[in-house]
């Protein structure tokens, strides 16, 4: 059974830095590429980060150049470290696995909350 | 690729049949997925490729299109289908996701 466990959310004042992981299990983490979806408090699911299995990573604009996604197959982590916090990026973090036969995301984790607040 | 979702909320009753249609800026071929989501949780993957359901997913679930249309049918609504559905898709890893369509009790 694929899990997906993230950890390390919280409260951080704005300008501050969290890193976010998701521990993986029940499949084979190398081969698949990961991401980082969020959601904010009452509004709609935004895609943050991916990074293939060959280790190319991919940003959304709102997060390009102040997060960065990273993983070690080794030992079947997902992190996301996310630096220069702003109050919009309060949001649930979820990790989610990538389908690339199908462009879709069959697995979830529950999530963390990330708030950023003074 | 932005994917426009409509309605983004919808009052229906349990036994009736629902659409959910989401538009793609640009054409995606059939890679467009759907998923539900209930408050508190993760979202789940229903349907993927536009229209292949999930094992497990209800029969009462459907989709289609491709291109740029494309379509999420609930044939006969039941109690535990009330939840906020999104589209997505992915392309060269870049995820984008509809606004969301939330679907209430009438």
């Known amino acids: 059974e694929v899990q997906l466990l993230e950890s390390g959310g919280g409260l951080v004042q704005p300008g501050g830095s969290l890193r976010v992981s998701c521990a993986a299990s029940?499949?084979?983490?190398?081969?698949?590429?990961m991401s980082w979806v969020r959601q904010a408090p009452g509004k709609g699911l935004e895609w943050v980060s991916s990074m293939s299995s060959g280790g190319n990573t991919y940003y959304a604009d709102s997060v390009k150049g102040r997060f960065t996604i990273s993983r070690d197959n080794s030992k079947n982590t997902l992190w996301l470290q996310m630096n220069s916090l702003r109050v919009e990026d309060t949001a649930v973090y979820y990790c989610a696995k990538i389908s690339s036969s199908t462009n879709s995301l069959p697995s979830w984790g529950q999530g963390t909350l990330v708030t950023v607040s003074s | 690729i932005q994917l426009t979702q409509s309605p983004s909320s919808l009052s229906a009753s349990v036994g009736d049949r629902v659409t959910i249609t989401c538009r793609a800026s640009?054409?995606?071929?059939?890679?467009l997925a759907w998923y539900q989501q209930k408050p508190g949780k993760a979202p789940k993957l229903l349907i993927y490729t536009a229209s292949t359901l999930l094992s497990g997913v209800p029969s009462r679930f459907s989709g289609s299109g491709s291109g740029t249309d494309f379509t999420l049918t609930i044939s006969s609504l039941q109690p535990e289908d009330f939840a906020t559905y999104y589209c997505?898709?992915?392309?060269?890893?870049?995820?984008?996701f509809g606004q969301g369509t939330r679907l209430d009790i009438k």
């Open positions: 997505q898709q992915l392309s060269s890893f870049l995820i984008t």
């Open positions: 640009q054409g995606i071929s059939s890679y």
């Open positions: 029940g499949f084979s983490f190398s081969t698949y590429a």
